[in-house]
Each structure stands twice: as C-alpha cells, then as structure tokens.
C-alpha cells in the first residue's frame, strides 16, 4: 500500500517562502508522475502542480504559475514543492499524491487510491 508522508508546513508572512517535502513509500514508483494539491477551509481539494517521472513534463495551477516550483528526487520517492511570494489564499492542507497516469490528468481529477495526512500552510497578512 503506498504510504505518503508531507512535511514542511508552517506559519509564514505574505511574501514568504516555504518548501514542501513528500515521501513516498510501499512500491517502486518507476514511470509514477508525482503531484500537490491543496485543499482549504470550507473548499474542495484542487490541484496545484504535477510533474512527471523524467522531470520533464511539469504543470501547474494558473494560481501559482510563477510562485510555486515543483521538483523531485527519484533516488528518495520524494516530491517537493517551493512556494515563494505566498499569500493569504495559499492557505491550506497541502497534499501530495502519486500515479501512473500522466500529470497532465492530474487537474482533472483527483481520484486517488489514497492520501497522506497533509501538511498545514498558513499565510498571514
């Protein structure tokens, strides 16, 4: 069963940065693209970026287009999320997930065979 594990959330000022981890385990994830999503009070999750197997394929929210980078380590199953000029809005959970279809699929559908507990980002004003 795959197992995900987010860390990095906190309490930061609008303008702030922030880097996200999420570690994977409970397979190989070979050809896996690797995703974040967040989800905040009262809201539906959504998605916030995807990145493929290879790195080479990345997409991400209009909402964070410019602020927000995502990369990944294959060696350690593990996907990041740098999060500069964060504002108010970009308060949430922020989760991470993992599949085999490509990330592009990833905005439109969340369906999942599982989430992690979710990592709390809180921007002040």
């Known amino acids: 069963q795959v197992q995900l594990v987010e860390s990095g959330g906190g309490l930061v000022q609008a303008g702030g940065s922030l880097r996200l981890s999420c570690a994977a385990s409970?397979?190989?994830?070979?050809?896996?693209?690797m995703g974040w999503f967040r989800q905040a009070p009262g809201k539906e999750r959504e998605f916030v970026a995807a990145i493929s197997w290879s790195g080479l394929s990345i997409y991400y929210a209009d909402s964070v287009k410019g602020r927000f980078t995502i990369s990944r380590d294959n060696a350690k199953s593990t996907v990041y999320l740098q999060m500069n000029s964060v504002q108010p809005e970009d308060t949430a959970v922020y989760y991470c997930?993992?599949?085999?279809?490509?990330?592009?699929?990833?905005?439109?559908?969340?369906?999942?065979?599982?989430w992690g507990q979710g990592t709390q980002v809180t921007v002040s004003s």
């Open positions: 997930n993992v599949d085999r279809r490509p990330p592009a699929t990833f905005k439109d559908s969340l369906k999942f065979g599982s």
């Open positions: 409970g397979r190989t994830f070979i050809n896996y693209a």
